[in-house]
């Protein structure tokens, strides 16, 4: 598996937050950091996604946004 | 400061690569692992950005995608 | 605090919307024109942002899109 | 026209910087202010975008940022 | 109308879900391949957007993620 | 493999066009269709992407804009 995108590293699902339409996986990845993200409910059906699942969190760099505080 | 986004960590800045409207900065979060942001040379000049420096890195969680391989 | 991003004006929280999972914040920027974010009611708790705020408005300029009517 | 996003606003085209591949375009819009978009080349001249030009600023809510400094 | 995109298609609604704040459209696009959009409530009624609508679908090439399987 | 974008159909690599930095590689899709994704060009060479190579074209939903001409 080959991403195009620069960031993309392993995170394990530690909790799922369903909404109506749309849902919110959090996630631990390396370090204990934790990140999230949201999709819709029919792609985390179709992804067949639940706690303790191991998965690739993809970003494309132009998503990032830098500050300095 | 507080930021409408799930996933904002520190990072430190290890490299800068200019193209000729773009740049990509290279950086290190906790744990060794590497993120990078594209952003115009003009953001870049505002910033006052280097290497070394620290810096938030954001990112909405409606952009990060997950895949499960 | 500087931003990676060619467009951040200051806004002010005119109305918050709230969703299941999500919220919208309506903003109201110079000109009387309006601008919406949607975010996490996480964010959004994270953030205690509430109407009558005085907040940054971030857009990196990749996500801005021109169409020619 | 009708727009599938919360923001869209007229602006001014008032500066095309081009790169080798993208091109940033900055803008006026209401009250003084400015933004910017950064599209391909090819997107530019198949709008025949100019200096001068009245255009759609689009920003779907979900790409639109807070930060509470 | 011209698109500072490079990626812009006409598709055909055919399915409208709605969440509490948000909503996912269904399209059909050329060749019997299927696409969604996410958007807000206020959106689809300020687009007065309905199954058997043609639209143009929309998508800037910095969002577009490609993956080698 | 599994996703979590509602968008993501197979494509072959027609062009690639090369910048400083970024690169814009040009699909087909299904029915002759065009696409466009424009990644950095560290991306690039990580996937080792040609012309002629079938890749996945994902996009999430919240990504995707809906304009009704």
Same mark, same amino acid.
């Given at each position: ?28 990845? @390396?370090? &204990? =950091?934790?990140?999230?993200? /949201? ?11 639940? @706690?303790? &699942? =191991?998965?690739?969190?993809? /970003? ?10």
């Amino acid at each position: 598996m080959k991403y195009g995108a620069r960031n993309h590293i392993i995170g394990k699902v530690t909790e799922i937050k369903k909404g109506t339409l749309m849902c919110q996986i959090n996630l631990q990845i @390396p370090a &204990d =950091s934790l990140m999230s993200s /949201v999709m819709t409910l029919d792609s985390m059906h179709e992804m067949d996604i639940r @706690p303790g &699942d =191991s998965v690739r969190v993809v /970003v494309k760099a132009v998503n990032v946004l830098l500050v300095k505080e």
